[in-house]
Every structure is written in structure tokens, then in C-alpha cells.
């Protein structure tokens, strides 16, 4: 690889190799706060890396893509690795996580969700892909006092493999009907006259599981409410945001260099987004657990989501990268409020713990609320825009079935965003005094309040950023 390479890939490297430092330097000093803070400098210096820093090549090995759209998914995932890192400052004293190989597993997470963005090639998509689900595997059951977390890291990591073996086997059938890995032309040689070969819809099939499996689509959503369960809530946070963003980044180039021929594809993602907006809505309903109802929640956004992919071109990709950013503050920052009740018996998470407490904490308790808004798309905050977008996007494209899906999903979603809100300010008996959350807990669950309020009101900016860096 040479020094161009190397300068091109500065981002990925500086996550990367900065996370190698933190593990080994974190082997001699024993310092919990300093290596978190130090990853969370580390991700920040790579997300300015990326958005400043002008590449020197186009493409990377013919495995990776340093274009804008490429460099945009740099920026937003190193961001919520350093604000992973950041959270995690008080919950890692209070669980006595070692500083720095959790830092460095973070940071890693974070190289493999980039490359995973960036991939041209089928082979890139793969190491992007498991360079940071290996990750997730050992952070899901982190805290090895909890018996829920060892739980929870065996069920991602068994579905987890089997994922990945669906993944390998359709990769190898789509190269075996293109002779190729590199993605423009590996999807294109699986087409004849405009219809996809046998060989390579048995390949697109086995790819659809196991993207399925990643980013919990119905029916592969199975193991998604009991690890958000019993992991760490920042991680738990993690998950629902830049894991799943990362996949459906990579997905929407791998439809735009289908052409003509993804309507077959097209056909069963339309099942998809049916089944997993409906069935995670409805599953939704009765749940008594904040951080599994949060689970079930992503299960319907990424049907939501599916929407957007549907619908391709400029519409379908902006719809896609605005609604992602929103979900992601509002989800990170619903984790991050229950990362900062987090206690050292554990997490703050059935309603019943919940009742009374937005009289106790109210600060909290108040921004947890508007996050529940966004996500049930309730104005002025940006989830409303964000899902107006997109369900004006599926009817100018032909499909007003998915819109009116999405619209009735929505509407039924308020009923179990609004369960915990009400329980929080339900004075029928006494609340328990929880700890103060720390400065940077409020800095940044302030911070999460004040962008979804900001493009809620004024999405401009943003919509014309990520119209720019459409691939």
C-alpha cells in the first residue's frame, strides 16, 4: 500500500491505530477516565480528519471509496463513538470497565463501521462489516458482573455467526456469476437483459439475510430486545445507531449499482418494510422495559428506513441520510438519559422505576421525553420532518401503500412513546432518589436536545449537506 493509500485511508488509520495505542498504553497505566477521554479526542480528531482533509485518490486498493459520501458516514460514526466514549465516562467507574481496552474497542468499532461505508468492493463490505461486529461480540458482555450481558453477547454472537455465513456464502455466488468483488461491476454481471441471473438472486437472497440479521428486520429480529436488554446501556446505544447506520449506508450504493434489475430485490425489501413496521409496532405496544420497548422502536425505524432505499435516486438517498441523523440523536440520546440513571445495582430500566422520577429529575426526565416525541414524529422536533420527508418521498415515487403504512405505524407509536413519559411524572407513590449525572452526561444529552429542536425547526443546512454528498 503506498503513502497516497495511506494518506487517503488517514481517518480509518487514525481510529485504528489510535485504538492499538490505547490498548497497549492501557495496559501500563492504569487510568479509566484518561483513556476514555483520549479515545473520545482520538474520534473526534478522525471525524475532522475526514471532513476536512481532502483525499489525494478517488478509491483506495479498488476495496474502499474516499468520495464525499464516504467521508459524510466518517464524520457521523467517529462522532458517535466519541460520544459512546463520553457517555461512558461515570457508567465505566461505576462497573469498573478497564479504560483503555474499552476505549480501543470503541475505537475499533468505529474503523469498521467507516470502511463498512466506504466499501467498493465485496470483500471491503465484508471486513468493514465484521471488523466491527467482532467488536460488538466482546462489548455486548463487557460487564462481566452481569449475567444478562454474558447472556446477551452468546445470542448476538450465535445469530451473529450464522449472519455471517450467509453473508460469505452470498458473496462468493454473486462473485461466481460476475467473476468479480468490486461492486460496480460485480453487480452489474450478475444482470441479463436487465434481469438478474438465478445464481445471483440465490446470492442477493443470502446477502438480504444476513443484512436482515444486522439490522434487525423482521423476521431476523429475534435477538434484538434481550441483548439491548443486557448490554451496557452506551453500548445498547451504539448498536441501535451507528451499527445499524452503517449497514443501510453500505446497502443504498449496493442498490444504486443494480440498475433496472433491483426491482426484484425491490419486490421482497417492500415485503420487508411491511412486515418489520407492523410487526415491530405491534410488539412494541405492551412492553414495560424502556431499553427493550427502545429495541422494538429501531426494529420500526428501520422499516421505515427500507422506505427510503425503496425509493433510491436523490429523493430516496436524502430522505435516508437526514432521517438517519435524527434517529440517531433522538435513540443516543433516549440510552444516553438512561445511561445517566444508571446506578451500581444496575440500570434504571422498567417503568416502575420509573414513576415519579420527573419531579426528582426533571432536566433529565424533560429531555427524555422530547426525544420520545422525535421519535414518534411529533413537531416541532426533527423527527417530524425527517419521516414528512420520507413518506413525501415514497408517494412521489409510487409507493403510497408504504406512506400510508408508515403514517398509521406512526400514529400508533405515539401510545408507547408516551407510556413512559406519563410514568415518569406518575406521583402515586414515592420515586427513588437517583445520583446526579455528571457534567459531561448533561453536556451531552443537551447537546442531542438542542439539534433535534435545531432540525426540527431549521432543517436546511442539513438537507442541503446531505444532498451535496449523495453517492
Not at 84 to 91: A, D, G, H, P, V
Not at 240 to 265: C, N, R, W, Y
Not at 367 to 390: E, N, R, T
Request: with cysteine; net charge neutral; hydrophobic share 55%.
Amino acid at each position: 500500500m503506498s503513502l497516497l493509500d495511506l494518506q487517503s485511508l488517514l481517518p480509518q488509520l487514525i481510529l485504528a491505530l489510535g485504538g492499538t495505542t490505547v490498548l497497549l498504553l492501557g495496559a501500563w497505566v492504569q487510568n479509566r477516565r484518561l483513556w476514555l477521554i483520549v479515545g473520545m479526542f482520538l474520534a473526534l480528531f478522525a471525524a475532522l480528519a475526514a471532513g476536512v482533509m481532502e483525499p489525494p485518490l478517488a478509491e483506495v486498493a479498488g476495496m474502499y471509496s474516499t468520495s464525499l459520501y464516504a467521508r459524510f458516514c466518517t464524520v457521523l460514526w467517529s462522532l458517535i463513538i466519541a460520544a459512546t466514549l463520553l457517555l461512558s465516562c461515570r457508567y465505566a467507574d461505576l462497573h469498573r470497565f478497564g479504560g483503555g481496552e474499552y476505549a480501543a474497542l470503541l475505537l475499533f468499532a468505529g474503523a469498521g463501521m467507516s470502511l463498512l461505508s466506504a466499501a467498493t468492493s465485496l470483500i471491503g463490505l465484508f471486513l468493514g462489516l465484521e471488523a466491527f461486529t467482532l467488536v460488538l461480540y466482546v462489548l455486548i458482555a463487557f460487564n462481566r458482573t452481569d449475567n444478562r450481558g454474558a447472556e446477551a453477547g452468546l445470542k448476538y454472537l450465535v445469530f451473529g455467526a450464522v449472519a455471517t455465513g450467509f453473508l460469505t456464502f452470498g458473496i462468493a455466488l454473486i462473485y461466481t456469476a460476475s467473476g468479480s468483488f468490486h461492486m460496480l461491476e460485480a453487480l452489474s454481471g450478475l444482470q441479463v437483459d436487465g434481469v438478474l441471473r438465478p445464481i445471483g438472486l440465490a446470492g442477493w437472497a443470502m446477502l438480504l439475510v444476513a443484512i436482515g440479521f444486522k439490522i434487525s428486520l423482521v423476521p431476523f429480529h429475534l435477538w434484538t430486545p434481550d441483548v439491548y436488554q443486557g448490554s451496557p446501556a452506551p453500548i445498547s446505544g451504539l448498536l441501535a445507531t451507528a451499527a445499524k447506520g452503517a449497514v443501510l449506508t453500505a446497502l443504498l450504493p449496493l442498490l444504486a449499482f443494480m440498475g433496472d434489475a433491483a426491482s426484484e430485490i425491490k419486490n421482497v425489501l417492500w415485503l420487508l418494510a411491511i412486515i418489520t413496521m407492523l410487526a415491530g409496532t405491534f410488539a412494541a405496544l405492551p412492553q414495560t422495559n424502556l431499553k427493550r420497548m427502545l429495541a422494538y422502536s429501531s426494529i420500526v425505524h428501520m422499516g421505515y428506513l427500507l422506505i427510503a432505499l425503496l425509493v433510491g435516486g436523490a429523493d430516496g438517498g436524502q430522505a435516508l441520510l437526514f432521517y438517519l441523523v435524527v434517529y440517531c440523536l433522538a435513540t443516543f440520546g433516549a440510552f444516553g438519559v438512561i445511561t445517566s440513571f444508571a446506578l451500581e445495582t444496575g440500570e434504571i430500566q422498567d417503568y416502575d422505576d420509573l414513576r415519579g422520577l420527573g419531579y426528582l429529575h426533571p432536566r433529565r426526565s424533560i429531555v427524555l421525553a422530547a426525544f420520545m416525541f422525535s421519535l414518534a414524529g411529533i413537531p416541532p422536533l426533527a423527527g417530524f420532518f425527517a419521516k414528512f420527508g420520507l413518506f413525501q418521498a415514497a408517494l412521489r415515487n409510487g409507493y403510497p401503500e408504504l406512506a400510508v403504512i408508515g403514517v398509521f405505524v406512526s400514529l400508533v407509536s405515539v401510545y408507547y412513546y408516551l407510556r413512559p413519559i406519563i410514568v415518569l411524572f406518575m406521583q402515586d407513590r414515592s420515586a427513588y432518589q437517583l445520583r446526579s449525572g455528571s457534567y459531561s452526561e448533561y453536556f451531552l444529552l443537551a447537546g442531542c436536545f438542542i439539534a433535534i429542536l435545531a432540525l426540527g425547526i431549521y432543517p436546511g443546512p442539513l438537507l442541503n449537506l446531505v444532498a451535496q454528498v449523495l453517492p
